[in-house]
């Protein structure tokens, strides 16, 4: 199994350009999620899903959008892109809400917004 | 909301010596406990969990970490650290009421000095 891809592991946008960090899991899981790290800060939850069709925002969503078509494919858009968005970002995924599921993650994709 | 707090942001150890980083969270109801380790550019691993039972709980890696319910405490152990356990520790919290989403704590962390 593959688990988790993320694509691109790098990337360098200018202010204002838009693009996708695309995620897929092969792990058959329901709950998808994106989260975005900064120094000092841990982990913060952007958008998460459910399920195919379902998806909540997290902590942090502005300025980002996410879709759910597929269980497999969890996408997640920069409409317009702001410094403020340079970070690592990291999909996850894990079966379900109960006790006991434990999430994965992917291997990141690294974005500076210049 | 919960929130997660880890008290060292970095910690600088000699190979062979003993490793406890503490974290402590805010919730007041049923929780699901984590702590992930990201070695140098790569993405998060689960180093053990938490979900109930023995309050001590074993990990990979010679890790252990010890739950105490009084004191929202969840610190992380390792009697004898390795060159290779420098990484970034993160503590993480699921409240179980709020669905299988992770809090995550700002991370430490570990320098191993060989």
């Known amino acids: 199994n593959a688990g988790v891809t993320q694509t691109p592991k790098f990337r360098i946008l200018k202010i204002g350009q838009s693009m996708t960090l695309q995620c897929a899991q092969d792990m058959n899981h329901n709950y998808m999620y994106w989260y975005r790290q900064d120094p000092g800060m841990g982990l913060k939850l952007i958008y998460y899903?459910?399920?195919?069709?379902?998806?909540d925002k997290g902590e942090v969503p502005n300025g980002y959008n996410v879709s759910r078509s597929t269980t497999e494919d969890f996408p997640l858009r920069l409409e317009l892109a702001a410094p403020s968005q340079t970070s690592v970002y990291f999909c996850?995924?894990?079966?379900?809400?109960?006790?006991?599921?434990?999430?994965?993650f992917g291997e990141g994709s690294w974005l500076t917004v210049v | 909301a919960q929130s997660v707090s880890q008290h060292n942001h970095h910690v600088i150890l000699s190979e062979a010596a003993s490793l406890e980083l503490g974290c402590n969270y805010s919730y007041g109801g049923t929780v699901n406990l984590f702590w992930y380790v990201q070695y140098p550019g790569q993405h998060l691993q689960l180093l053990l969990k938490?979900?109930?039972?023995?309050?001590l709980v074993k990990g990979i890696k010679g890790f252990e970490a010890e739950f105490i319910k009084s004191k929202f405490s969840f610190n992380l152990r390792k009697p004898s650290v390795q060159w290779s356990d420098t990484a970034e520790y993160f503590c993480a919290v699921n409240a179980i009421a709020a669905g299988n989403k992770l809090t995550f704590g700002g991370g430490t962390r570990v320098l191993v000095k060989p």
């Open positions: 996850a995924s894990s079966y379900g809400q109960s006790s006991g599921n434990t999430i994965y």
């Open positions: 938490y979900f109930s039972g023995d309050p």
């Open positions: 899903s459910v399920g195919a069709g379902i998806t």
